[in-house]
Every structure is written in C-alpha cells, then in structure tokens.
C-alpha cells in the first residue's frame, strides 16, 4: 500500500504547492489531490514527480504548468517528471481534500465495493451533496469529467456529480 | 530489439488512438447528453493511454521523436491497428457492439500487460486497465439495454454485430512481432485472451438476447498496416493541422 502522504521539508515549497488548485475542481490544491508524488531540492532546483490522475485527465497539462509557475515565483527552477506507477488512487485524496469536495457539491468517493454497487447495482447509497439525503439515483456513469459520474436526489430534485472511486 | 518493441509501442498505442479519434466525432452528436459526455471521456481516456504508449515509444526511438511527431506524422501504412477500431460510426448500435468488443479484448490484454516485464509497459497497463474497467462497464451495460430493448433497438444491434463481430478475429491472429513479444515476456499470449474473450462475449450476448452472428471471421491485415479505406479518411481528418501547419503548437 502506496502511502498518500509525502514529506515536503521546505514550509516555503509546500506553501507554493497549495497555492496550485485542479482547473476542474478549483477548490481541490494539487496537494488535496494527492497528485504530487516527490518534491526534492537538489542545488537550488526543485524536482517535482506528478502523477496523472485519470491518463487523459487535460488538467494535468494545467496543473504541471501552474506548479512551475508558482516555484518559479518563489525563486526555484524546476524539473518537473510524470511518474505513472504507482498510479494514482482517489484514496490519495486527503481527508481534507474530501470535505472540501463535499461542501462544493461534489460528493466523495466512496469505498471500491459501495461505489460498485451504486453506480452498477442501483443502491441508493450516495449522499446528496445539497440535503444529505441518499435517495438518490445515477443518471449517467459519466459526469462532466471522466473522474465524476452524474446523480440526481429524488428528494430534493437536485443533479450533483459524485466522484468515482478509481482503484 | 529497440525496433521491435518500438512497433510494439505503436501497435498497443494504434487501436486506443483511433478508436478514441472514432468516439470523438460524436462529440456534440450522441444519442442523448448523458451518452454524448461519456463517449468523448472514454475518448478522453484512450488518448491518455496513446500520450503513455507513444511517450515511452519516443523515448525508445530517440532522436526527434516526441509523442506528437508519433501520433500525426506517420502514414496510413505504418499503423497498426486492428481494422475493427477504424470501422465507422453507422449508429449507436454499431458504435456500442464496437466498443464493447474492443473493451473486452483491452481488458484481457491490459491484465496481461500488467505483468510485462517491461516497467514502463506495466505501469501504462496499470493506470490503463483500471479506465478500461468503467469503459467495460459502461458498453457492456448498453449491449443488455439495447439488445433486451424495443424491437428496433434490438435489430439493430444484431446487425451492427453481425457487420463487426467478423472484425475481432484479428485481435487473437498472432503476427510475427506479438509472437517474439510474448516469448520474451514483454507481450501477451493472445491464446489466453481469446478464450476469455469468447466466454465474456457469449455470456453478455445470452443476456442482451443476441445472436451469435454465423458468418466467418474476416481475414484482414491491421497489424501488417494494411487496413480498410476508412482509415484514409481519419488520418486526413485526425492529421490536417500538423500536416497544413507543421510544427503548430496549441
Ligand atoms: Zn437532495
């Protein structure tokens, strides 16, 4: 089991790195993502390793970009490297990230079994992001990224996108 | 061996790459919003997993090689997809029985990859094989929902079956290449997946009240370069910016 957690021993670098948001979910860092995999300062250059969370995903492309731009901003070049293995996980995404996810309206992913059985068995197990309640149904196993899948609450009415668990 | 496992590259690249070029041009034109939205992110992720090939196969040619100059520079006869994926986009129906056959074979085959003695092969399957999953999901629900469906959603998709089930033969005939990648536990061992993928296949099509199509498999030639005249008109298509603006960047 890959750990979600890496050591980032400069406050300054690791401060620049939640500065640097997903373009998609803009409340999510890439830090809260868990997309950042090695930060390391050799002789005054930073060495990145990112991971890609989906392999199409085009946001990567934005946040390799915008990563750059915010070393760069604090004095450090980079050597930015796309690792594919381990790859990436949504349970790398921290807790923190979770609750930012949930009060944005999306809802977080959930356990590998209990999202098989909401988005393949038609359990109503997803909590809707807008009145809590888990009378919800899938409308579409493809949301407005690949990463989310669309819902809608009976209760309430509402759509809200539900993070899938990829594992 | 470096040119070998180059063709290799592009071989496992070539079938995500223009099936994914398939599924964009519905883009705007699926069915319904929902079906619109998840063909183009399964496109989406195919072209992830093509940046992964022909990244690692820029890598291993060297030079100024770089996995754009891969994706659109190379002619119609140095691709080596499976005829299968080119196949156009005729109706819905075609284009689930399309990707669902090929989503059946990707899977089997990613299993396989997973365990390539090539690192970076086996980290692209990893990454890959768990995308594939939802993309399987996904066709193999619609080939019950159609299938089990109203009468004309059922005709339909037996003859978009009938039309494409010939096609998949090529994915098990083994050439020359695949056979020395297997042997040196870099491939797959086709013989493996194709009885997987028979039982898969016939256990949805019992479901989705298919009928197995009689007709024989088609002999074609993909993995040798030699396709079908869509190919053509997709590469015109898929190639025309860099090919009118070389070098053009976004
Ligand atoms: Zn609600």
């Known amino acids: 089991m890959v750990s979600a957690q890496i050591h980032i021993a400069s406050k300054e670098i690791l401060t620049a790195l939640e500065s640097v948001s997903d373009p998609e979910i803009p409340v999510l860092t890439v830090m809260d993502l868990g997309v950042v995999r090695r930060v390391e300062v050799v002789d005054g250059l930073v060495e990145v390793d990112l991971t890609p969370t989906y392999s199409g995903c085009p946001a990567m492309d934005t946040m390799a970009a915008d990563i750059t731009t915010a070393l ?7 050597k930015m490297k796309l690792v594919m293995s381990p790859a990436w996980t949504t349970d790398w995404i921290s807790q923190e990230g979770r609750r930012k996810l949930e009060e944005y309206g999306v809802a977080a992913p959930m356990s590998e079994e209990l999202d098989l059985q909401a988005l393949m068995g038609g359990k109503r197990i ?28 009976e209760d309430c009415l509402e759509p809200f996108d539900y993070f899938k668990c990829l594992k | 061996m470096k040119d070998q496992l180059y063709n290799y590259l592009l071989m496992l690249g070539d079938n995500s790459m223009i099936l994914g070029h398939r599924l964009s041009e519905l883009c705007g034109h699926g069915p319904a919003l929902e079906t619109d939205i998840a063909l183009t992110n399964i496109s989406l992720d195919l072209f992830g997993q093509v940046r992964g090939f022909f990244r690692y196969a820029a890598e291993v040619k060297g030079g100024e090689a770089t996995e754009d100059s891969i994706a659109f520079l190379r002619y119609d006869r140095e691709h080596y997809n499976c005829i299968l994926v080119e196949q156009a986009n005729v109706d819905f129906a075609h284009v689930i029985a399309r990707q669902f056959f090929f989503d059946v074979f990707q899977e089997l085959q990613l299993k396989q990859l997973v365990e390539s003695k090539d690192e970076e092969i086996a980290a692209i399957a990893v990454k890959s094989l768990k995308e594939t999953k939802y993309h399987l999901r996904f066709s193999s629900e619609w080939m019950k929902r159609l299938g089990d469906g109203t009468e004309e959603s059922h005709e339909r998709l037996q003859a978009a079956v009938d039309t494409l089930y010939p096609f998949t033969g090529e994915f098990f005939h083994e050439t020359p290449l695949e056979k020395e990648m297997k042997e040196n536990g870099i491939g797959v061992d086709l013989e493996l997946i194709k009885t997987a993928f028979d039982e898969t296949v016939s256990q949805i099509f019992v479901e989705a009240t298919i009928k197995m199509p009689e007709s024989k498999q088609r002999m074609v030639k993909g993995k040798y370069g030699i396709h079908s005249e869509q190919l053509g008109f997709i590469l015109s298509d898929f190639q025309y910016m860099q090919r009118a603006y070389p070098n053009m960047e976004w």
């Not at chain 1, 760069?72 to 980079?78: A, F, L, P």
């Not at chain 1, 997803?126 to 609450?153: D, E, P, R, Y």
């Open chain 1, 72 to 78: 760069n901003k604090i004095g450090y070049e980079v």
């Open chain 1, 126 to 153: 997803v909590k809707c992001t807008h009145c809590q309640s888990v009378n919800t149904k899938m409308i579409s196993q493809f949301g407005s990224t690949a990463c989310k899948a669309l819902f809608q609450c």
